[in-house]
């Protein structure tokens, strides 16, 4: 299984919502990204964790808060996001010793 | 800025020509990698280039890298229509931890 999957696939939100952005992978890999990606850019780097532990914030707002609850899991949540947020949001995993990553498919972000 | 730059931004070719693209970086790398990404959506692996190769192949994809010019290339021969995708070089620095930084990207299109 090469897979990571992303859920959900598209989502909207307001201002004030909170939600979550889930990614899961089962390839016993134990580097987990997130990176936000706006249209006709390249992907930016926003979150790394190393064996479940963040190793890289790149200065990422508070409003957006990463969790790794597992080896398989990586969360974004999200809370008080505004309008500029929008984007979509990549989850990719790959072994620590940094070689191939694998990504998910994405979340398109709206906020609203 | 770290990143990869990458030229052209957008290339636009006749199916069965070949597509060069080019990225230049700023620092010592550990490998070089390319990517490909379709209508924004999740990205996929294409090639790795550690720092002491100069070129790989992998089917029709030719990959150069020149560490004295910190510059490589991604050659795609006889291309199809399926080509068409936007591409992007992506650098693991030294020093950096898993940090996977992308270039701008090239957004080639293959005509039938």
């Known amino acids: 299984d090469t897979e990571v999957t992303q859920t959900p696939k598209h989502l909207v939100m307001g201002m004030t919502n909170k939600k979550s952005l889930k990614c899961e992978q089962h390839?016993?890999?134990?580097?987990m990204y997130w990176y936000k990606q706006k249209a006709k850019k390249p992907p930016e780097l926003m979150f790394v964790?190393?064996?479940?532990?963040?190793?890289i914030n790149e200065s990422v707002p508070s409003r957006f808060s990463p969790e790794c609850p597992n080896s398989s899991l990586l969360n974004l949540h999200l809370h008080a996001l505004q309008p500029e947020d929008s984007a979509l949001y990549l989850c990719?995993?790959?072994?620590?010793?940094?070689?191939?990553?694998?990504f998910g498919q994405g979340t398109r972000l709206t906020v609203v | 800025s770290q990143q990869g730059e990458e030229d052209p931004q957008a290339l636009s070719i006749q199916e069965g020509e070949n597509a060069t693209m080019n990225c230049s970086y700023k620092t010592s790398i550990n490998n070089l990698q390319w990517y490909r990404q379709n209508s924004g959506r999740g990205l996929v692996h294409l090639i790795l280039i550690r720092s002491n190769e100069r070129e790989k192949h992998s089917g029709r994809l030719r990959v150069t890298l020149d560490t004295s010019k910190k510059s490589s290339s991604l050659l795609i021969t006889a291309s199809r229509a399926a080509d068409t995708a936007s591409y992007f070089c992506?650098?693991?620095?030294?020093?950096?931890?898993?940090?996977?930084?992308f270039g701008g990207g090239t957004r080639v299109l293959v005509k039938p």
């Open positions: 990719a995993s790959s072994q620590v010793r940094l070689t191939e990553a694998f």
């Open positions: 992506a650098t693991d620095f030294k020093a950096a931890g898993n940090k996977l930084t």
């Open positions: 964790y190393s064996y479940e532990k963040l190793s």
């Open positions: 390839m016993g890999h134990r580097a």
